[in-house]
């Protein structure tokens, strides 16, 4: 079977890249800087439905994603990470960095305010900047 995106996180995100094992998207949400990876397989649910290689993949992806967004956001306080699966189950990880000052702090950002989606212009700003970081990372 083909990988293919949940169609609710490919509403609610915009590509960034593919690495490694994920592809690499970005919450359509302004007020937090918060990737979305997605291991490119098919009918993966949890964490444990991956080879054992491929979760240690998975968390070097992870980790991959903590410093991009550390080096696009240097005023990150804390990365949040993790893999609920709740309202979506195909496996993906939250990787969300964190400011004292955001709109949800120091709570988790789920059912905080609206949704602020990126204007145009600032989403391809910032998803240029995310790529950069990326193939600095990689």
């Given at each position: 079977?083909?990988?293919?995106?949940?169609?609710?996180?490919?509403?609610?995100?915009?590509?960034?890249?593919?690495?490694?094992?994920?592809?690499?998207?970005?919450?359509?949400?302004?007020?937090?800087?918060?990737?979305?990876?997605?291991?490119?397989?098919?009918?993966?649910?949890?964490?444990?439905?991956?080879s054992?290689?491929?979760?240690?993949?998975?968390m070097?992806?992870?980790?991959?994603?903590?410093?991009?967004?550390?080096?696009?956001?240097?005023?990150?306080?804390?990365?949040?990470?993790?893999?609920?699966?709740?309202?979506?189950?195909?496996?993906?990880?939250?990787?969300?960095?964190?400011?004292?000052?955001?709109?949800?702090?120091?709570?988790?950002?789920?059912?905080?305010?609206?949704?602020?989606?990126?204007?145009?212009?600032?989403?391809?700003?910032?998803?240029?900047?995310?790529?950069?970081?990326?193939?600095?990372?990689?």
């Amino acid at each position: 079977m083909t990988f293919k995106l949940d169609p609710r996180l490919e509403a609610d995100t915009r590509e960034v890249i593919d690495i490694d094992l994920s592809t690499v998207r970005l919450m359509n949400d302004q007020r937090f800087p918060w990737l979305i990876l997605v291991p490119r397989f098919a009918d993966l649910v949890e964490v444990t439905d991956l080879s054992h290689s491929d979760r240690y993949r998975l968390m070097d992806n992870v980790a991959c994603c903590c410093s991009v967004l550390q080096s696009v956001f240097p005023d990150t306080h804390k990365i949040n990470v993790g893999a609920l699966g709740n309202m979506v189950s195909q496996l993906h990880v939250h990787v969300i960095a964190r400011r004292t000052t955001d709109a949800a702090w120091p709570n988790p950002v789920w059912g905080v305010g609206k949704s602020e989606p990126y204007e145009a212009n600032a989403l391809g700003v910032v998803q240029g900047r995310l790529r950069a970081a990326f193939s600095e990372e990689q």
